[in-house]
Every structure is written in structure tokens, then in C-alpha cells.
């Protein structure tokens, strides 16, 4: 009986680990588990993804909150396994809009070839996933996408839910690089 509560134990820890590491960069959840202040940490050159979904406002009056939850659920969860198969960090999702980097928490010469063919399947993957189950007539999502190089500087601010962010011109230009995009295309600096 202790030695199954020991595996448990472990297991839990595991967990644990594996989900701290989902929310954080390797480096910063290690300073974060010893209890380490974490300073701001400036950064040459990184690329920032942002997509959001075209027409959510409608969309979210459609549809019941439980029915919105589940269309960003399922959506998310094709970002999520896109991020990992290209290598892109996600930082951050705020409704309908999700923000993704490159070149933040390790070195990859190749982070804007990464960050764009993320882009080009994202935008796939927004595009088979139905807006309701339950009524294949509303269609299937579509995003607007932008993406963006420059410097910014990470920091994790707050102490209870403490976030992991970037900050910087080069999230905003990013970030209207998305807003003025067209359905379904990608928009990104020169």
C-alpha cells in the first residue's frame, strides 16, 4: 500500500511537471519551482502569430456560452498540436484570438519559415472545424491571420496566475498585421 501511494505520488508530481511545462518555458517554470523573482529578459529578434476568428461577435450571439467554449476548445486543441509539430510557443489565448512565437525560448534561425507555415496550417485546421456540431449549416471557422519579427522582452507579471507574456511595438504591429488581414489569408510584414 506505501509503495502504490509512492507511485501515485510520483505520478502526480509528473503531472504536474508536465503541466507546468505547458504554461511556461523550461527556464522560467525551473526559477518559478524555486520560488526565484523572474526578471525581464530582452529579445533580438523573435516572430509573433496572432489569428482570431472572422465574424466571433455574431458567431458568440448564435450560439450558447456552452457551445462557444467547445468551438474554442476544439479549435485550440488543432492550434495546440500544430504548435508542437512546428516547434511555436503559445503564449497566450484571449477569446477568440490566439498569439503564438518564435525564436522566444530557444534559438531557431528558421523561427519565421516556422511561425509561417504554422500560419498556412492553422488556417486549414480552422477550416474543417465546425462552428456547432450540432448544426453543420453555420459552416466551418475562418480565421484572419498576422504575423510579425522584431524585439521584444518576456516577463512573467503577477503572482497569483502568474502570466508569461512578451511585450513590446512588435506585439502590437503583429497584432494589426491580424486585425487587418483578410479571411482566410495571412498577413505579415516585409
Not at 450558447?64 to 476548445?73: E, G, H, R, W, Y
Not at 519579427?149 to 497584432?175: E, L, Q, Y
Request: with cysteine; charged share 25%.
Amino acid at each position: 500500500n506505501i509503495i502504490s501511494m509512492q507511485i501515485s505520488k510520483k505520478s502526480a508530481v509528473k503531472k504536474n511537471e508536465r503541466l507546468l511545462l505547458e504554461v511556461f518555458p523550461e527556464k522560467i517554470a525551473g526559477a518559478l519551482r524555486e520560488g526565484q523573482r523572474i526578471k525581464p529578459e530582452h529579445h533580438d529578434i523573435v516572430t509573433i502569430y496572432f489569428s482570431d476568428i472572422v465574424g466571433f461577435t455574431d458567431i458568440s450571439s448564435m450560439l450558447t456560452p456552452i457551445k462557444v467554449s467547445s468551438l474554442l476548445d476544439r479549435l485550440y486543441l488543432k492550434f495546440d498540436d500544430l504548435s508542437r509539430k512546428h516547434d511555436v510557443f503559445k503564449i497566450e489565448t484571449i477569446g477568440d484570438a490566439y498569439m503564438a512565437v518564435t525564436n522566444l525560448v530557444k534559438k531557431q534561425d528558421d523561427h519565421v519559415k516556422r511561425i509561417a507555415n504554422f500560419s498556412k496550417d492553422a488556417i486549414d485546421a480552422a477550416s474543417t472545424t465546425l462552428i456547432d456540431e450540432e448544426n453543420s449549416e453555420l459552416g466551418n471557422v475562418r480565421i484572419r491571420v498576422g504575423f510579425h519579427s522584431g524585439p521584444v522582452v518576456s516577463n512573467v507579471v503577477g503572482s497569483r496566475n502568474p502570466k508569461f507574456t512578451i511585450i513590446g511595438d512588435t506585439v502590437n504591429t503583429a497584432a494589426r498585421m491580424e486585425s487587418n488581414s483578410v479571411p482566410l489569408q495571412i498577413q505579415c510584414s516585409e
